[in-house]
Antibody, heavy 117, light 107 residues
Framework: QVQLVESGGGVVQPGRSLRLSCVAS????????MHWVRQAPGKGLEWVAV????????YYSDSVKGRFTISRDNSKNTLYLQMTSLRAEDTAVYFC??????????WGQGTLVTVSS | SYELTQPPSVSVSPGQTARITCSGD??????AYWYQQKSGQAPVLVIY???KRPSEIPARFSGSSSGTMATLTISGAQVEDEADYYC??????????FGGGTKLTVL
């Protein structure tokens, strides 16, 4: 069965960096696009970034463009989100999600990132 | 930037029909997707490509789209359907966008 397991969250000071990971299993990881979606405490879902199946294209939301970088290692079935210049408003649960023809059909359980001094 | 607009809340009694709308300028050209999220859990896909239902989702969930509005309908809503519901689509640059979410209350 499809499993997505995020890790790397924690408490970080404003301006610092953090890298999230998402390990995938149960499907052919290298054949599917992958997304990061976040949810601030008590707020709605916010789309963050997408990377194509082969890493050839990446797109970001305006709120993270220039600060966050999405990447993947298909040999390790792992998706990454490198977050730099973190701000308080980046505090959220970060979910990774598998894409199948635009549909985000499977999601991980999320990892909490708290940006605070 | 592209936006999808949902009502903040919808309330129905058990057994009634709940309708949650999602409006967006690109919806005539882009599919709508619907996700259910219960407290503390990851979102679950309930409708994809406007009106298709994953096999594991109960038949009381259906979707439709006309013009700039997509609608999620729950026919005979159950107490266990109480959750936040989000519509999702993409903009012309293939970037994702979620609606603000609708809290469905069934009581």
């Amino acid at each position: 069965q499809v499993q997505l397991v995020e890790s790397g969250g924690g408490v970080v000071q404003p301006g610092r960096s953090l890298r999230l990971s998402c390990v995938a299993s149960g499907f052919s990881f290298s054949s599917y696009g992958m997304h990061w979606v976040r949810q601030a405490p008590g707020k709605g879902l916010e789309w963050v970034a997408v990377i194509w199946y082969d890493g050839s294209n990446k797109y970001y939301s305006d709120s993270v463009k220039g600060r966050f970088t999405i990447s993947r290692d298909n040999s390790k079935n792992t998706l990454y989100l490198q977050m730099t210049s973190l701000r308080a408003e980046d505090t959220a649960v970060y979910f990774c999600a598998k894409e199948d023809m635009v549909t985000l059909d499977y999601w991980g359980q999320g990892t909490l990132v708290t940006v605070s001094s | 930037s592209y936006e999808l607009t949902q009502p903040p809340s919808v309330s129905v009694s058990p057994g009634q029909t709940a309708r949650i709308t999602c409006s967006g300028d690109a919806l005539p050209k882009k599919y709508a997707y619907w996700y259910q999220q219960k407290s503390g859990q990851a979102p679950v896909l309930v409708i994809y490509e406007d009106n298709k239902r994953p096999s594991e989702i109960p038949a009381r969930f259906s979707g439709s789209s006309s013009g700039t509005m997509a609608t999620l309908t729950i026919s005979g809503a159950q107490v266990e359907d109480e959750a936040d519901y989000y519509c999702y689509s993409t903009d012309i640059s293939a970037r994702g966008v979620f609606g603000g979410g609708t809290k469905l209350t069934v009581l």
